[in-house]
Every structure is written in structure tokens, then in C-alpha cells.
């Protein structure tokens, strides 16, 4: 009975959140367009670099914004039959920038004849952008990132490995809380949606220290099904 409330609770609260962004997202849009309106009226490279940088936090809210409508939401996934390893180039080349790429050193280690996965891959791809885009910002400009895929029989293993400064033992139990982060410009809410899509893959994550070298791997293991 107390989940079938707290369900109920959830949507409540998911629809009356779904409200309350759309009433700030409609101003914002406004907001946004009178500022970029008032700097090409300008001629003032002072007023213009003001104007840009309220449309920097512009922006910033409203992608907060649509993180938040995502969180606690659980959409239907669509599993299909994916190559692990175009589903990795794809979230690489989306998560890093070309000049990141010449200024980082970015191995994959991905084995060239991985069997295919079942998984949506639509909702994988936002679990390793985010996972890369952790490891690059832990990284801050320098380092090494890997990432190895294994696929026993009834496993798929995907470890995302950076050089960063780590986690401290403090924050580890908090960093899969939503809204938790210690970034400046951070929502804290990469972690928890990626952990809920992974669960909802039947699946897990976790952090290991990296053995003999500074920074984490993050570990996503999603069961499959033994036919292959
Ligand atoms: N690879 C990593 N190395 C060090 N710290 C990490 C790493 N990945 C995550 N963290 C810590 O976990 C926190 C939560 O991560 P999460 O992805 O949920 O949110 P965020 O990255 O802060 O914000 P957002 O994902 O919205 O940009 C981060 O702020 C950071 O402190
Ligand atoms: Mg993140």
C-alpha cells in the first residue's frame, strides 16, 4: 500500500514540477532573446560581452531545467541489438571537443570483435556521455581516459577510467544523489538519472580507485541474456 502512495506522491510531484518549469521556461526564452536583441543593438564591447554572459546563464538554467524534468521520470525502454563499440565512438565524439582531443591523451582499449548488445541506446548513450564528460572535468584539461568493454557470456562490463584526482571517501556514498555535485556550474544530476537507467537495465554501477595509479573507474555492468 505505502508504495502505491508514495507512487502516487512521485507523480504528483512530477507533474506539478513539469508545471512549474514550463512557467519559468516560457520567461527565460523571452529573457533570452531580448538580451541577443540588445547586443546586436549595441556597438559597446562591453555591453555586448554582459549580454553574452547573461546568455550563458541563460542557457545553463534551462538545461538545469530539463535535467529536472528528466529526473524520475521512467521512460519505457526500447531495447534493440547495438555494436557496444559505435554506441562508444558515438558518446565519444559527442562528449569531446576537437581541440580536448589534441590536448588530452584519449585511449579506448575497445576489443574489435565485440558481440552485439541488448540495450536502449538511446538511454545508454546519455549514461556514457555523462560518465566521460565526469572524467574529463575531474581530469581539467589533462590526462588519460580508457575505455575497455568486456562481454562474457552473460555480461556486459564497460569501465570508464580517468586520471583525475579521484573522489574522497567522504562524498563517495553521496555522488549517486541527485542534486549532489561539486561543481560550480554542475546540476548533480548525471549520476543519479545514469544510475536509474542502469537499474532499469537490470544493471549496476560503482566506483573503484584505480590500483597503483590516482583517479576512479566508473563500472557499468548490464546483464544480457546468455543466447548470443
Ligand atoms: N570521474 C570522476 N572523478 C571525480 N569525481 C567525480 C567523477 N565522476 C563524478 N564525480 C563526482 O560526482 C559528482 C556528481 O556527478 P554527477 O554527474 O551526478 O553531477 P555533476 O557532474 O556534478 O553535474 P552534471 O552531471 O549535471 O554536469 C560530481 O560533482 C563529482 O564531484
Ligand atoms: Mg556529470
Known amino acids: ?69 528528466q529526473y524520475g521520470r521512467v521512460p519505457e525502454l526500447k531495447y534493440e541489438t547495438v555494436d557496444i563499440g559505435t554506441l ?32 536502449d541506446p538511446d538511454a545508454m548513450h546519455q549514461v556514457l556521455v555523462n560518465a566521460i564528460l565526469n572524467a574529463l572535468q575531474a581530469m581539467q584539461g589533462k590526462g588519460r581516459l580508457e575505455i575497455q568493454v568486456k562481454r562474457p557470456k552473460q555480461h556486459l562490463t564497460i569501465k570508464i577510467q580517468d586520471s583525475g584526482p579521484g573522489i574522497p571517501p567522504e562524498n563517495l556514498e553521496k555522488i549517486f544523489f541527485p542534486f549532489f555535485t561539486t561543481k560550480r556550474n554542475g546540476s548533480g544530476l548525471g549520476l543519479a538519472i545514469s544510475q536509474q537507467i542502469v537499474k532499469q537495465h537490470s544493471g549496476w554501477m560503482v566506483f573503484e580507485n584505480n590500483v597503483n595509479e590516482k583517479g576512479v573507474t566508473l563500472v557499468i555492468n548490464i546483464p544480457q541474456e546468455q543466447a548470443d
Do not use: Y
Not at 514540477?17 to 549595441?42: C, D, F, M, Y
Not at 565512438?89 to 570483435?113: G, W, Y
Open 1 to 69: 500500500m505505502s508504495t502505491t502512495k508514495t507512487e502516487e506522491e512521485f507523480s504528483a510531484l512530477r507533474m506539478l514540477s513539469a508545471g512549474v518549469v514550463h512557467e519559468i521556461r516560457n520567461p527565460l526564452a523571452v529573457i533570452q532573446s531580448l538580451v541577443e536583441l540588445l547586443a546586436q543593438k549595441t556597438q559597446d564591447k562591453n555591453q555586448q560581452a554582459l549580454a553574452e554572459a547573461i546568455v550563458t546563464e541563460v542557457k545553463r538554467l534551462n538545461r538545469f531545467l530539463g535535467e529536472f524534468l
Open 88 to 119: 562508444i565512438q558515438k558518446a565519444l565524439s559527442f562528449a569531446i571537443t576537437p581541440e580536448q582531443n589534441a590536448t588530452q591523451v584519449i585511449r579506448t582499449d575497445i576489443p574489435e570483435h565485440l558481440p552485439q548488445a541488448r540495450l
